[in-house]
Structures are given as C-alpha cells and as structure tokens.
C-alpha cells in the first residue's frame, strides 16, 4: 500500500517544532507591544476613573 513517513528533524516530532515556534512568536510579540499604562482612567487628567477612594 504505502508507508508511513513521520516528518520531524532528527527524532523531534513536528508538534514540539510547532509548539516551540508558537511560543516564541508569542513572546516575540509581547515584547513589542507598546507599553500600556497603569491608571484606571488612561491619563484623563485624575478627574475621575473607575476607582476612587471611599470616604
């Protein structure tokens, strides 16, 4: 009938390959994001936001 050809590089399985470029392309991609800020109201000028103290 046929054979069974396994695709891989020297006895690594092609899910590990898949798996180990997945991961770094998603870290390649955390480090260039834009730098997001930490405030609750996106430096609106503190007039406001969505936590405020309680008094």
């Known amino acids: 009938m046929g054979e069974f ?10 899910e590990l390959i898949s798996g ?12 260039f994001q834009p730098g997001a800020s930490d405030d ?4 609106g000028g503190g007039g406001g936001g969505l936590m405020q103290p309680i008094s």
């Open 5 to 14: 050809v396994e695709i891989g590089a020297g006895g690594v399985s092609l």
């Open 40 to 43: 609750d109201d996106s430096n």
């Open 20 to 31: 180990v470029f997945c991961a770094t392309a998603l870290g390649v991609y955390a480090l």
